[in-house]
Each structure stands twice: as C-alpha cells, then as structure tokens.
C-alpha cells in the first residue's frame, strides 16, 4: 500500500529565509505527487503538482518541488519565505481509483 | 466561478443527533470525496464516489454515511454511531488533479 511520510512536524524559520520541507513516498508505480497548503480553519490550496516530465516543478506562491526517484522523495523549497507563507503543508501521492494518499503535515512558522 | 462549496462552515450537534453536511460542486468532476481532519494529523478518507448513484467506504467510513443522486453534490451524514465526530471535515473533487473545498467544523455538545 502506499504511504507518504513528512518527517518534520513543525519548522519554525526566519522571515527572509529559505525553506525546505521533506516528503517521502511509498508507491510500487511511477507517482502522482501533490503538495498543497492550508491555512488555519481553511480547505487546501494546491502548490504544485508532479505526473511526468521534468523532474523540477514550479509552483504558486513561488514554490518549487523536485521529484527524485532514487530517493523516494518529492522536497518542497522556496528560496525566501514571507510572514503569509505560515501554514501547514501536505504531502500527498495518487492511488487507484484517484484517490489520495497524504503525509501527516508540517506546520510552518515565520519569525519576523 | 467554478468551484466547492460546503455548508455550514461551523455545526454543532447534540450526541445522539445525526447531521447532515453539504458539499456542491461546479467543476463537473466525476469523483468527488469526504475526509476527516482532527488536529495535529493529516487527512483521513471518509467516503468516496467516482460516478453518480455509487459509493466506496475509505479508511474510516464507520459512522458515516452518503450519497450521490447527482454528480454536483455528495453529502456526508454524521450519525450517532459515530463515536468521536468532532473535527474539520473537507470535500473535494476530482479531474486529473483533487480540489478541496473551504470545509465544515462540527462540533458535538
């Protein structure tokens, strides 16, 4: 069965600052990888996307994820991270029959 | 303006009640589902529906019920059997890519 993993539960950063938060997958076929934003009491906003094709994709809000098969892996960064971006983030992977599969969550904090 | 609207944004139930949350939506999607977030934790699949008139239970379906007579709307009942109800609860729908809605919190008093 699939499963993603966000190793970190919180990240607290400086205004300014770059940021990086780590999504692992377990999926035995080729991904759909997914990362999305919420803001608290809010629904989830999509960053990006990952299906196929270069393996570096460009998001909203200025987010990149890069896709690196040999690690499992599918790494949210942005280079410079503004007070708006405090949210929780979620990592997800699609299944069969669309559904999808999300990470625990990391919350994010930004100290001015 | 295409997109997912669920109401009421707050709900609060007395135990022993059934509730009934909405969700519509108007980006012509096939699939659509119902998850369950309690603080702290990621997103947990209720119930989901990839044409009208059928339904799959997900992870955590005991408790819940649905159903899906029309392809904009799939509503998600809350019933007594449900033992811990209070959360956030999200709808989305599905093209190539899943749309969320803004969410409904219930409460049970």
């Known amino acids: 069965a699939q499963s993603v993993t966000q190793p970190d539960i919180h990240i607290t950063v400086s205004e300014g600052a770059s940021l990086e938060l780590r999504c692992n997958y377990s999926?035995?076929?080729?991904?759909?990888l997914f990362w999305y934003v919420q803001s608290p009491g809010q629904g989830l906003q999509l960053l990006l996307k990952?299906?196929?094709?270069?393996?570096l994709v460009q998001g909203i809000k200025g987010f990149e994820a890069e896709f690196k098969r040999s690690q499992s892996s599918f790494n949210l960064r942005k280079p410079s991270v503004h007070w708006s971006d405090a949210a929780e983030y979620f990592c997800?992977?699609?299944?069969?029959?669309?559904?999808?599969?999300f990470g625990g969550g990391t919350r994010v904090l930004v100290k001015p | 303006d295409g997109g997912i609207t669920q109401s009421p944004k707050y709900l609060f139930r007395k135990e022993g009640q059934n509730v009934t949350l909405s969700c519509e939506q108007n980006?012509?999607?096939?699939?659509m589902y119902w998850y369950r977030q309690d603080p702290g934790q990621g997103l947990r699949l209720i119930y989901y529906?990839?044409?009208?008139?059928?339904?799959q239970k997900g992870d955590i379906a005991e408790g819940y019920s649905v159903s899906r007579e029309k392809k904009e709307s799939f509503p998600l009942t809350v019933t007594s059997a449900q033992k811990n109800p209070t959360a956030f609860y999200l709808c989305?729908?599905?093209?190539?890519?899943?749309?969320f809605g803004p969410g409904t919190r219930l409460t049970v008093l």
């Open positions: 997800a992977v699609k299944a069969a029959g669309n559904k999808l599969t």
């Open positions: 999926y035995g076929a080729t991904p759909y």
């Open positions: 990952y299906f196929s094709g270069d393996t």
């Open positions: 980006l012509n999607h096939d699939a």
């Open positions: 529906s990839q044409i009208v008139n059928d339904f």
């Open positions: 989305a729908s599905n093209g190539d890519t899943q749309y």
